[in-house]
Each structure stands twice: as C-alpha cells, then as structure tokens.
C-alpha cells in the first residue's frame, strides 16, 4: 500500500479544484450569425432600447410590441433598414399594444422579454419553449435561454463577457479592463489578415511553417504598422513579407521602450504590450521592479544599468547584445527609466540598429522632468511664471558642469536638472555667478513618482548647504525657477502619489 501525505490545506485545494471539474458550464458560448433574421422584443423601455440597439448592429431586424414606447426606440424601429442579403432591405414592425400569446410567431429567430411584468415575461418564455424558439428575458436568467453578454467591439474582432447573469456589473468592469488594453486598431488589423489568408497558404503550404510566419507578423512591425494608423504601409509590408517569407522568419526586432520615470503604473499601454511580446528584455537601473514582476515567465532578462562611474555594461557592449539578439531572430525589448530620447542615449542605439538593417520601433515614455514634477504639483509652464522649460544634463564630466551658463538665466523660464546630484553645487554656484537670484526657488526630488518621493524646496543661494544636511538618494532630479513656489499651495490638494 503507498500513503501520500497531504495537508488539510492542500486537501480543500484539491476538494475545490475537483468541484469546479464536476461543474458544467450553464451557457454554451457561441457567436450567432444574425444578418437578416428577425427579433421580437416585448416592451418598450431602455432594456429593451439596448437589445434593439444589439440586434441591429448585428444585422438583425427588430419587431416591437409595447403598449407605450421610447421614442427613440420608435424610431430605431422604423428607420433603420438591415438584412445585407442578395440587397434585400427589411423594416421591422412597431405594434403598440398589450402582448398575446399568438404574438409568439416561428418565424423569430430570438425574442426578448423586457417587460416590467414577471407574468408576463414567464409567460412568453412559456410560449417560446413549447415552439422551440429562443428567449431571453430580461433580469431573470432562470427563463433564459440566451443572455447578452458585454462586449468589446473591434469589429470583426469581438469579445464577449459574460457572468451567467449572475452579476452583469462584474462583467461590464471586466470589459472596460479588456476594453482599456484592446487597441482599437486590433479589428483593422484582423480585416487585413484576413483578406490575406489564402495567399499566405498558398505561399506557405505547411501548416508549421504558416504558424511561425503569422506569428511573426503578428507581433512585429506590420502589425505595428496597422495599429498605428498606416494601413498603406502594412499592407505593403505583408506583401513583401509574404513573398520573402524565409527572410521574415530569420529576422528580429528591437523596441526602444520607455519606462516612465518610477511608477509603474506610468507605463504607456503599447510599451506594455511591447514587453508581453518581447522575447529578450535588456533593462536598465531605473526600471521599476514592478514593471518587470508583471511580465511572464520564460523571458531572458538582461540587466545593463548604469550608476555614476559604475556602468556594469559599456554602452558599446549594449549596442552589441541587441545586435545579437535581434539577429537570432529574437524579438528584443530595450527597456530604459524615463524616455529614451531624453538623456538615454536611445539616438545611439537606433543609429547602430539602422547601420547594421535592423528594424526598431521607439516607444516613447514619461519623461522624469514631466513625472516628478507633476507628482510633486510643480507645473513645469505656467503664465504668470514660466513660458519656457529647457532639460539639461547636470552630469560631472572630469570633475566639473560644462555648460552654457549665460542662456539658462533667463526670465519666465524654468530649468530641469537631470543627474545633477554630486554637481548641483556647481550648478549653483555657475548659476549664480552668471546672474541668477540667490533666492530663485529650487526643488530637489528624490525617487520622483514612486511611494518612497521626498520633495526638498530650497533655493539656489541654500540648496548646497541643504545637501549637506541630509542624506538624500538617487534618482534625483532638479528643478528651478519661479513655478517651484507653487508646490506650497498645490501639495495638499495633489493625489498623484
């Protein structure tokens, strides 16, 4: 005899994991061809407004009976001409009068109780059963033979959401979360695919190789293309990909992500979708741990950050790595802090990517001096203050900040200061000298946008003493001028972090 130790724990796992396989599903899902048939719809309130407006955009045709009606439903009724077939146009009927048994007629495809009566709305589920046409009845599942699921439109692609009636707003909340990460170019996209399906199988006869090709091209640069708006452009490059299929399977592909400057939730949605799809992620110091935690297993994480006179990876070896990679035909995510356009050196990277033919799409992200200074409520522009903004690297080079102190004094203008912690006194102090009030406000943001955000007013004629008074962290940012007088009325009211 063999005895399994388990724990009582894993027992009600086990119990619980047996009950769901026992449970039958209640509804079959399936998506209902309804192009020129006809619905009856029993009531005339909003429910019912909504099913019309459902059936109607499905192609259906729409009777109504109702004793008293929505106007707009009236006129739902009567105007809109639907079944596309051989151009045939049909109206639907409105009669305005209590409902009859005999109203139950074969040839409706589905009818919809969405009366306010309980009897009533059993009653035509009754009559529909015994002639074996399909019912719903509105707030009662029980009677129903269908339901109206929620829906994520992105015709042809749809998605539909559905609780079994148990909690139809838990199902509304699950499609606008489905809906927030759908792009709306996914259903231009699918009709693109779609007209192309036979000339893919004809050029790519095995099934293996037609699922390597569509996958590639699904999460590649022609789909991009497609989603952002440029379906002239896609379609020339499935064409080509189609006729150079062998080369598309041997090619990779690079995105140049940004991050967002600490909050994870700052991440853009197509730098999300990005990442699910990327094979290898190479990443830098100031990427959220979080970021990364909500990517899936299986991933090759690479970890290239940098810290002052510490770069763990030379920025030539980089380049090196998304050469490899992209030439291993491996879809590659070069993920940085911030944008990678704005002090990332993301301009180097593209330039070698385009000098050895590897294609690349750039993500943009939040950038640190947008980020920080909303969450700590410094508008970087505003009209009684600052009409200009101007980014500068504050970076020590062989010891010191070179540059052009003359222009960065200037009116209603204000400065943002990246890396410029271990040389913010010498930005003062040049600051300063060139012509700058002492008592110019000054805001030095520690860990900008995330929970552990501190935020230091000073001024430029203190912010040196400041830092040596306290023991502050990087990332930091710096910003000065006029606006940083806003944080002291804006704080209290700013829920940004």
């Known amino acids: 005899m063999i005895r399994i130790k388990i724990s009582p724990g894993d027992f009600l796992l086990y119990l619980l994991f047996l009950k769901i396989r026992l449970m039958a599903m209640k509804y079959l899902p399936l998506m209902h061809n309804f192009d020129g048939k006809t619905c009856l719809i029993v009531g005339g309130g909003k429910v019912a407004l909504r099913r019309a407006k459902n059936v109607l955009a499905a192609g259906g045709i729409v009777d109504v009976i109702a004793p008293t009606c929505l106007p707009e439903l009236c006129d739902l009724v009567h105007q809109h001409k639907s079944g ?115 000339r893919v199988k004809s050029s790519i006869p095995k099934p293996q190789d037609r699922t390597v090709f569509w996958n590639k091209v699904v999460h590649g640069y022609i789909a991009e293309s497609a989603l952002s708006g440029n379906l002239e452009q896609a379609e020339s490059q499935l064409k080509n990909a189609i006729e150079n299929h062998r080369k598309l399977e041997q090619c990779g592909e690079v995105y140049l992500i940004g991050a967002g400057p600490g909050d994870p939730d700052l991440l853009t949605l197509r730098a999300l979708r990005l990442l699910q799809q990327s094979e290898v992620i190479i990443y830098d110091r100031l990427v959220a741990p979080e970021i990364l935690s909500r990517l899936e297993q299986g991933k090759d994480l690479i970890y290239v950050g940098k810290q002052r006179a ?31 356009f704005i002090f990332g050196r993301g301009g180097e990277e593209i330039e070698n990517l385009a000098a050895h033919n590897i294609p690349f799409q750039v993500i943009p992200g939040i950038t640190a001096a947008n980020g920080c ?14 009409q200009s903004v101007r980014f500068v690297t504050g970076q020590l080079q062989n010891g010191t900040v070179s540059l052009n102190w003359a222009e960065l004094i200037a009116p209603d203008q204000t400065l943002v200061f990246y890396m410029g912690l271990q040389g913010l006194p010498i930005i003062c102090k040049n600051l300063i000298k060139h012509g700058a009030a002492t008592n110019t406000p000054a805001a030095l943001i520690e860990k900008g946008t995330t929970l552990h955000q501190k935020v230091h007013i000073s001024t430029l004629g203190e912010l040196a003493a400041l830092l040596e008074s306290i023991e502050i962290h990087a990332p930091t940012l710096t910003i000065v001028g006029s606006v940083v007088n806003l944080h002291a009325s804006l704080r209290w009211f700013n829920k940004s972090v």
């Open 310 to 340: 510490n770069h763990s990876v030379p920025q030539q070896q980089i380049n090196e790595l998304l050469i490899r990679y992209a030439n291993q035909g491996k879809r590659v995510a070069r993920l940085k802090g911030g944008d990678p």
């Open 373 to 386: 200074a909303s969450y700590a409520g410094i508008p970087l522009t505003h009209r009684d203050h600052a």
């Open 84 to 198: 596309r077939q051989q151009g045939q146009q049909h109206q639907g009927k409105l009669q305005q009068k209590q409902y009859q048994a005999e109203d139950i007629d074969p040839r409706y495809a589905l009818v919809i109780a969405a009366t306010n009566d309980r009897q009533i709305n059993q009653a035509i589920a009754q009559q529909c059963k015994t002639k074996n046409i399909l019912v719903n009845v509105v707030d009662d599942s029980s009677l129903c033979d269908v339901t109206f699921p929620a829906i994520v439109d992105r015709n042809p692609i749809l998605v539909a959401i559905s609780s079994g009636s148990a909690s139809p707003q838990f199902s509304k909340l699950l499609r606008d979360r489905i809906n927030t990460f759908i792009p709306n170019g996914y259903g231009k996209l699918a009709e693109l695919f779609g007209r192309y399906r036979k």
